[in-house]
Nanobody
Framework: QVQLQESGPRLVNPSQTLPLTCTVSGGDITTDYYYWSWLRQAPGKAMEWIGYINYDGKTYYSPTLNSRTSIARDTSKKQFTLQLSSVTPEDTAVYYC?????????????????WGRGIQVTVSS
């Protein structure tokens, strides 16, 4: 059973970079077909896919957030990270890390097989 745990700051000042880390247990982040995702859900809005990094280290980003997003991984620590730059109050949301087995509905990035509990992040001065 794969488990994921988000960690990072819960309050970020506008214009700064939001750094989040996802720690994985019960699975190997280099397993074939595994895509490690970041998603978020703002109050009153639908779940939004931010991006993912795959088993081979290749990254894919949402077109709407591409210019501000960077996802990386540390295989020795079984962690992957999100950096979202130039944040504004509109980036306030619950952020989730998740695992997508790409053999399952590959065209839908919001559908993931395992999810972390999420971390509430507020952007405010």
């Amino acid at each position: 059973q794969v488990q994921l745990q988000e960690s990072g700051p819960r309050l970020v000042n506008p214009s700064q970079t939001l750094p989040l880390t996802c720690t994985v247990s019960g699975g190997d982040i280099t397993t074939d077909y595994y895509y490690w995702s970041w998603l978020r859900q703002a109050p009153g809005k639908a779940m939004e896919w931010i991006g993912y990094i795959n088993y081979d280290g290749k990254t894919y980003y949402s077109p709407t957030l591409n210019s501000r997003t960077s996802i990386a991984r540390d295989t020795s620590k079984k962690q992957f990270t999100l950096q979202l730059s130039s944040v504004t109050p509109e980036d306030t949301a619950v952020y989730y890390c998740a695992l997508k087995d790409f053999r399952d509905r590959p065209s839908d990035p919001v559908t993931n097989n395992y999810w972390g509990r999420g971390i509430q992040v507020t952007v405010s001065s």
